[in-house]
């Protein structure tokens, strides 16, 4: 680990300065999340030097934006490896490093990762101070004031540094509340404030009355009311690219004792001119020329989020009743072009996947069709609002869940694999998925026109079936069966249908191949009929076995006591699955389409010797 705490000011810039050329020249060769963390460096560096890693939990939100602080922990030399299958993940990580406090790569936690350390803290009788480091745009979401109310009325002793890097909180007013933020960010400001509260406790009722007024009308021209309203001392706005000034700002609040925010305003990318500001394509970026910024990524086969986001924009067109919501990712569900053209049915309300599926409850009841479009992985966070708030009133919201299965390089925080389960258990919901180009369209239709709670899932990227025109148009819980075989049955779920298909074609028999399309209502009557021509089944869908595919099938086996069916799944197995390279993950995993056309050829063998 590398301890600055010596460092002077000129090393500690210099040492910014070098963070970001190592940054830089990882991510332009591998990916990942450049103008936040780029903004980031300067707040990283003052962090380092002011609070000790080695004790105090220094607690990152969503983590994107903590590369320095992974150099700055010992990872330097490794650094290159960044988001690689087995190298350092792009999120801390606690099994990576002892000094990553804790697992981040959902938003808005970390206010409550704090509380919770401060207690524990407190309870142990020991002298360490909790930091949390949250962006702008984390502070959307309701769990972070929930955190906040808390620690307001509690007092425990935590520094909260907000990274402002999009747009203020509250806005600065010209030169009088520059003036104002940098007197409270000074230690004098600080120091007067609590010997005039510790004066108000002596002074008669009518003269504290007075003083608590003059007090109150000073904050309302201060940026800090909010925070200093719910008991959390507010400093700031501060420059959050001066090392010096945050190095001072963060000495004074680390000898308050209190609760205290921190808000700092960064540019994104800086250091790098072509990322600079508010852009949103560089908040995460694949591969890319240092030199233009051109990104390396090369053309390929259309994805599935851009399929259903030009369906989306056509239904919209045709049907004034359709709408739509998304949380804060707005292009990476394609959202982006609907939002453009009809801004007042289609929202992003930012990080608050809870908000967003409850707000849509109204518009179905009120005759619209909402399409909730989320990533898989996010919807876990609007879990209990699936259930209360829309499966509970049977409203027709279709989820549309984006990133379903292996997402590659974000890991184990973004993995796509529980939806099914998750889903599957709520009363009144519907579930199907698409294989290909064709198949979205005819999902996407049969949600618009489907008056009931339903979800269907898509892929990152492309499917992994090639489009057919002749799959015929989704019908309530009936599925396709796609090719006749002998002896076996390959049954496929959305994505699976692709890898079914590419296994088949590796087999030594042909089998059977069946585009499940609904696993819930299953096609009961098409599985009854192919279990008395076909013994062995295979299952293959991007999701967890416990209470997926394959457990919906069995249960079905069990119900109609068709003991004879052999299944095989295979689903992901129960553990979290690491980050990397797609196909180097799932062929650690065994899950490639020649891995399994081998597991099924010698497991055909051995049943019949």
Same mark, same amino acid.
């Given at each position: 680990?590398?301890?600055?705490?010596?460092?002077?000011?000129?090393? +500690?810039?210099a040492?910014?300065?070098k963070?970001?050329?190592?940054?830089?020249?990882?991510?332009?060769?591998?990916?990942?999340?450049?103008?936040?963390?780029?903004?980031?460096?300067?707040?990283?560096?003052?962090?380092?030097?002011?609070?000790d890693?080695?004790?105090d939990?220094?607690?990152?939100?969503?983590?994107?934006?903590?590369?320095?602080h992974?150099?700055?922990t010992g990872?330097?030399?490794?650094?290159?490896?960044?988001?690689? %299958?087995?190298?350092?993940?792009?999120?801390?990580?606690?099994?990576?490093?002892?000094?990553?406090?804790?697992?981040?790569?959902?938003?808005s936690?970390?206010?409550s990762?704090?509380?919770?350390?401060?207690?524990?803290?407190?309870?142990?009788g020991e002298?360490?101070?909790?930091?949390a480091?949250i962006?702008?745009?984390?502070?959307?979401?309701?769990?972070?004031?929930?955190?906040?109310n808390?620690?307001?009325?509690r007092k425990y002793?935590v520094?909260i540094?907000?990274?402002d890097?999009?747009?203020?909180i509250?806005?600065?007013?010209?030169a009088?509340?520059k003036l104002?933020? =940098?007197?409270?960010?000074?230690?004098?400001?600080q120091? %007067?404030?609590?010997k005039?509260?510790k004066?108000?406790?002596?002074f008669?009722?009518? #003269?504290?009355?007075? #003083?608590?007024?003059?007090?109150?009308?000073f904050?309302?021209?201060?940026?800090g009311?909010?925070f200093?309203?719910m008991?959390?001392?507010y400093?700031?706005?501060?420059?959050?690219?001066?090392i010096?000034?945050?190095?001072?700002?963060?000495?004074?609040?680390?000898?308050?004792?209190k609760p205290?925010i921190i808000h700092a305003?960064?540019?994104?990318g800086?250091?790098?001119?072509?990322?600079?500001?508010?852009?949103e394509?560089?908040?995460?970026?694949?591969?890319f020329?240092?030199?233009?910024?051109?990104?390396e990524k090369?053309a390929?086969?259309?994805t599935?989020t851009a399929?259903?986001?030009?369906?989306?924009?056509?239904?919209?067109?045709e049907?004034?009743?359709?709408?739509?919501?998304?949380?804060?990712?707005?292009?990476?569900t394609?959202m982006?072009a609907?939002?453009?053209?009809y801004?007042?049915?289609?929202?992003?309300?930012?990080?608050?996947?809870?908000?967003?599926?409850?707000?849509?409850?109204?518009?179905?009841?009120e005759?619209f069709k909402?399409?909730?479009?989320?990533?898989?992985?996010?919807l876990?966070?609007?879990?209990?609002q699936?259930?209360?708030?829309i499966a509970?009133m049977?409203?027709?919201?279709?989820?549309?869940?984006?990133?379903?299965?292996?997402?590659?390089e974000?890991?184990e925080?973004?993995?796509?694999?529980f939806?099914?389960?998750?889903?599957r !258990?709520i009363?009144?919901?519907?579930? %199907?998925?698409?294989?290909?180009e064709t198949?979205?369209k005819?999902?996407?239709?049969? !949600?618009k026109?489907?008056d009931?709670?339903?979800a269907?899932r898509?892929?990152r990227?492309?499917f992994l !079936?090639n489009d057919?025109?002749?799959e015929? !148009?989704?019908?309530?819980g009936?599925s396709?069966?796609?090719q006749?075989?002998e002896?076996?049955l390959?049954?496929?779920?959305?994505n699976?249908?692709?890898?079914?298909?590419k296994?088949?074609e590796?087999?030594?028999?042909?089998p059977?191949v069946?585009?499940?399309?609904?696993?819930k209502?299953?096609?009961?009557?098409?599985?009854?009929?192919l279990?008395? =021509?076909?013994k062995?089944?295979?299952?293959?869908?991007?999701?967890?076995?416990?209470?997926?595919?394959?457990? #919906?099938?069995?249960?079905? +086996?069990s119900?109609?006591?068709?003991?004879?069916i052999?299944?095989?799944?295979f689903?992901?197995?129960?553990?979290f699955i690491?980050h990397?390279n797609?196909?180097?993950v799932?062929?650690?995993?065994?899950?490639?389409?020649?891995?399994?056309?081998a597991?099924?050829n010698?497991?055909n063998?051995?049943?019949?010797?």
């Amino acid at each position: 680990m590398t301890d600055i705490s010596t460092y002077s000011s000129e090393e +500690l810039n210099a040492l910014a300065e070098k963070i970001r050329k190592k940054i830089l020249a990882t991510v332009s060769k591998t990916g990942g999340h450049l103008s936040s963390t780029m903004g980031a460096v300067d707040l990283i560096v003052a962090m380092h030097k002011v609070f000790d890693v080695r004790k105090d939990p220094f607690i990152f939100d969503v983590s994107h934006q903590a590369y320095a602080h992974k150099l700055l922990t010992g990872r330097w030399e490794k650094f290159d490896t960044l988001r690689k %299958f087995g190298g350092i993940c792009g999120y801390t990580k606690p099994q990576e490093s002892e000094y990553d406090y804790y697992v981040a790569g959902h938003s808005s936690t970390s206010i409550s990762l704090a509380v919770g350390a401060a207690k524990a803290i407190a309870l142990k009788g020991e002298d360490r101070i909790p930091v949390a480091f949250i962006g702008d745009g984390s502070m959307s979401a309701g769990m972070v004031y929930e955190a906040l109310n808390e620690l307001g009325d509690r007092k425990y002793p935590v520094v909260i540094i907000l990274n402002d890097n999009e747009m203020s909180i509250a806005k600065p007013i010209g030169a009088i509340s520059k003036l104002l933020s =940098q007197t409270m960010a000074g230690s004098f400001y600080q120091k %007067f404030k609590g010997k005039v509260e510790k004066m108000l406790d002596h002074f008669p009722d009518s #003269a504290s009355y007075m #003083a608590k007024r003059f007090e109150d009308s000073f904050k309302l021209i201060t940026p800090g009311i909010l925070f200093e309203e719910m008991g959390i001392e507010y400093i700031g706005p501060v420059d959050g690219h001066n090392i010096d000034s945050l190095i001072e700002t963060m000495e004074v609040a680390k000898t308050l004792g209190k609760p205290v925010i921190i808000h700092a305003q960064t540019t994104k990318g800086k250091g790098y001119e072509i990322a600079e500001g508010t852009k949103e394509h560089w908040h995460g970026v694949s591969a890319f020329d240092l030199e233009t910024g051109v990104s390396e990524k090369k053309a390929g086969p259309k994805t599935a989020t851009a399929v259903f986001s030009e369906t989306l924009v056509k239904m919209a067109e045709e049907d004034e009743k359709i709408v739509g919501v998304t949380a804060a990712m707005p292009s990476g569900t394609g959202m982006s072009a609907v939002m453009e053209k009809y801004p007042e049915r289609f929202w992003d309300v930012a990080i608050a996947e809870q908000h967003a599926v409850t707000s849509m409850g109204p518009l179905a009841k009120e005759g619209f069709k909402p399409f909730c479009t989320i990533y898989s992985t996010f919807l876990q966070r609007g879990y209990d609002q699936v259930i209360h708030d829309i499966a509970l009133m049977d409203l027709g919201v279709a989820f549309a869940l984006d990133r379903a299965g292996i997402v590659g390089e974000d890991g184990e925080t973004h993995q796509g694999v529980f939806d099914i389960s998750y889903l599957r !258990a709520i009363p009144n919901m519907t579930l %199907f998925a698409p294989y290909n180009e064709t198949t979205m369209k005819l999902c996407m239709a049969f !949600a618009k026109e489907f008056d009931h709670p339903c979800a269907f899932r898509y892929p990152r990227g492309a499917f992994l !079936a090639n489009d057919r025109s002749d799959e015929p !148009a989704f019908e309530l819980g009936r599925s396709n069966l796609l090719q006749e075989g002998e002896e076996m049955l390959l049954i496929g779920y959305g994505n699976g249908v692709g890898r079914a298909l590419k296994v088949a074609e590796l087999l030594e028999k042909t089998p059977a191949v069946l585009d499940l399309r609904f696993v819930k209502p299953l096609d009961e009557e098409m599985l009854e009929a192919l279990g008395k =021509q076909y013994k062995q089944w295979y299952i293959f869908s991007d999701s967890v076995k416990q209470g997926g595919v394959g457990s #919906a099938i069995l249960e079905l +086996l069990s119900r109609k006591q068709m003991q004879d069916i052999v299944l095989t799944s295979f689903e992901y197995d129960d553990m979290f699955i690491t980050h990397g390279n797609t196909k180097l993950v799932e062929e650690s995993l065994g899950l490639l389409p020649e891995q399994l056309a081998a597991r099924v050829n010698q497991k055909n063998k051995k049943q019949k010797s």
